[in-house]
Structures are given as C-alpha cells and as structure tokens.
C-alpha cells in the first residue's frame, strides 16, 4: 500500500533526527576534556590561578603548538609513570609558551603579564593524570578610581581546531578583589568577566547543560530509547521524570560533597543503562509475536501484566520506571562528572549546578516534544512502519550502548 506524504515525510524526518545519534562514537565523555582553574588575587594587581590540565592533552597539544617533537617523544614515554614533572620540567618553556597562549587575564582591558609559580606538579581526578601549574597575572597597581577591577579571563585550551578532543570546558571558580563564584568557559563562550551581571554567568552554564545533553551521544541515546519504548505520551512524561528527579538528586548531592564515584565505574554503566532500557523495547515486541504469531506483526506484550492501580499504571510500568530512576542515579553523576564536581559545597557552585540542569532539562523536553509526536503520527497512519521504526532504533541503540560498554570497561573510550 501506498504511504501518504504525510507519513513519508514524518519518516524521513524521524530517520533524520534518530539515526546520526547511532553513529558509533565513544560517548559524550571519551572526546571531550575539562580544564579546572582556580583564580585569587593574593596581591593587589596580581591575578593567581592554579590550573589542572589533563597531562597527555598538554603534551600533545604544546608539542604540536610550539614544534617541540622531543617533548612529545619524552612526555609520552614517561606517562602514567610518575616520571611525568621531568618531562615538563625539561620542556618548560614550551609548556609555559602554549598555556600562556592560551589562557589570558586582562584587567579593564589591559593584558596581565604571566609568570610561572614553582615546579608543574602531577595529580590524579578520577583516574586520569593532571599537570598542575600555577600561574601569577601581573595586572599592574590597581586604579584608585574607586570603581571595582574588570577581571576578564579568557581560555582557548585544548580548542576543537587542535583537533584531539571536542569541547572542552574550563571550569572556572574565582575569588577576585571581592567578586567570587563560578563560571563555565567554553568554545562558544571563551571568556569571562566579573562585572558581568549574574545572569550572563548562569547563562554560560544553561547553555553548558544543554551543549553537553544535545552534543552527549549517551545521555541523548537514552532518552531516544525511552521514547521509542514508550506507547503513551504519559509513559514518556513518567519516564523522563523519573530519569529528571533521579539525576537531579545526584547530581546535587555530588555538589554537597556526599556522594562520588569513579568515572572508571560511572562510564560503563551509563553506557550499560543505554542498552538495557533499549534492549527492553525490543524484548517486549518479541513477546509480543510470541505471544500472537497468527498476528504476523511485532506487537508490545501483555502477557502477565496485572490490572492497573488508580494511576493507571501495572506492575511492569512501575518496575520501568524504578530502573530509570536507577539508571537516572547514575547518569547524574555522569553530568556531575563532566563539571568536575569533588570540591566542597558552596552557594555559587550550587546555582551554577542548578543551572545547567535547567539547560539539559529544557533540551530534553525538546527532543521529546519534537521526536515522539512524530512517533505518535506514524503509529496513527502507518503502525506496522512505526512499530518496525521503534524496533530498528531500539536495536541500533542496544548494539551501540554495548559496544561503548565494552569500551569503556576495557577503558578504550
């Protein structure tokens, strides 16, 4: 039979908006970096910030940048040795060359002179090795204008161009002259001020949730495989807010300083969660057949399911909904982990946090508002072509979240 123009078209679009999240990338997490500088003013005019830079990107990126292959050569032959500080001790100054480059300080417009403080030091988060240096600004004796100093920090490290990891973010928490808090420095938004006005900071980090849920493979294939397994604009709606209050109170109490987890255990069952709950799609359809192979089509099974409660759901349905919320636990300290949350509670970090949840849970809303009424139209005008879309996604979500939890488990990713 033929297919209507408006069912073509919802297909294809749906095949547009589904299919290119399957791409077999590592994740979210596996290309992307954090940066971790932590700015004070210790001296009037002088701007101090300890920086954290992931060891193997440092090399690699200042070897290129500055032409040193003899750097590259060493550093990397002494990694994850704890003879890294030679490597950077004997290349210092192409070290000091690209991070100065790279992460810039002015103040009211005028460009602070950088010094190195000490020796690179070596420090471990979360199983990846860290170059620790500290940097002091010379920003010059400070006006008597009586007007507070605008400290604009900029940071281009570890760019998209170098083109070794995609999406970098400094993570950025300052105490200067009296204006403290945090802020979110990313590709898009390389520089800060502290004049600003607060909600241009908040900005930064609504905009930081919503990059890292829309540009994140894993947490988007998860959502995709509770879409496509859901049959009721409910179910989706329950779904998503389970995952939404699960990931939230994780993420929040990683905030408080209460709960942490390796990035070596979070990783994998994050990408495991993936396929389970697409898997579990699938699992109900071939129940379903199995269930009524005089039918010939893919149907959701029913088999066993007991009656409805007052809210309209059965036993399978809360069960559904307790291993999203389990899974959801999870992922928050996934997105907990991509701000580099180990550092004790504090209000601004607290509304930083609470931001950029607002930024994932507005995309999330709007991939589903986008992705399942298009589900719900080719269920209404062509139900086998639905039934059989959710099930090719639902596997390619499986396969892919396998892949990645055998990847990252290896610690391929």
């Known amino acids: 039979m033929r297919r209507s123009p408006t069912v073509a078209a919802a297909s294809a679009l749906l095949a547009f908006l589904l299919l290119p999240a399957l791409a077999p990338s590592a994740g979210a997490h596996g290309f992307t970096s954090t940066v ?53 001790a004997a290349h210092a100054d192409t070290v000091l060359g690209y991070v100065t480059d790279r992460f810039e300080v002015t103040a009211d417009g005028v460009a602070c002179t950088p010094a190195q403080v000490g020796d690179v030091e070596i420090t471990d988060r979360e199983g990846v090795p860290y170059a620790v240096l500290v940097l002091d600004h010379d920003c010059g004796a400070p006006t008597d204008s009586g007007e507070p100093v605008d400290y604009e920090v ?44 607060w909600y241009e900071r908040m900005g930064h980090f609504f905009v930081l949730g919503a990059e890292h849920l829309l540009l994140g493979p894993d947490h988007l294939l998860f959502l995709l495989a ?46 495991l969660s993936i396929a389970v709950v697409a898997a579990w799609h699938v699992w109900g359809m071939w129940r379903g057949r199995a269930a009524a192979p005089h039918e010939g089509v893919l149907e959701p099974a029913r088999v066993g399911r007991l009656h409805l409660d007052r809210a309209g759901l059965d036993r399978a349905d809360w069960f559904r909904l307790a291993v999203v919320f389990g899974f959801g636990l999870v992922h928050g300290l996934g997105f907990a982990g991509a701000l580099g949350i180990d550092e004790p509670f504090s209000w601004a970090l607290l509304w930083s946090l609470l931001v950029f949840n607002v930024g994932i849970e507005v995309v999330q809303l709007g991939v589903i508002a986008v992705v399942f009424p298009l589900l719900t139209l080719l269920r209404r005008r062509a139900p086998r072509t639905a039934l059989w879309t959710g099930v090719v996604v639902a596997a390619g979500v499986t396969l892919v979240g396998l892949f990645w939890f055998g990847q990252r488990l290896l610690g391929l990713g």
């Open 154 to 197: 900029r940071s281009t490290l570890f760019a998209d161009d170098e083109g070794y990891v995609t999406g970098t973010t400094t993570i950025l928490d300052y105490e200067l002259d009296g204006a403290a808090g945090s802020a979110a420095l990313t590709q898009h938004t390389p520089s800060f001020s502290t004049v600003e006005h």
């Open 36 to 88: 971790y500088a932590d700015a004070s003013t210790p001296e009037p005019g002088v701007v101090r910030t300890e920086l954290g830079l992931e060891y193997d990107l440092l090399v690699v990126s200042a070897a290129e940048y500055q032409d040193d292959r003899a750097f590259f050569d060493e550093g990397m032959a002494v990694w994850e040795t704890g003879e890294e500080p030679t490597a950077l």
């Open 226 to 271: 509770l879409i496509v397994g859901s049959r009721r604009l409910r179910d989706v709606v329950l779904a998503a807010t389970s995952f939404t209050l699960a990931h939230s109170v994780t993420f929040l109490l990683a905030a408080l300083g209460v709960v942490s987890a390796p990035a070596a255990v979070v990783e994998p069952v994050i990408a």
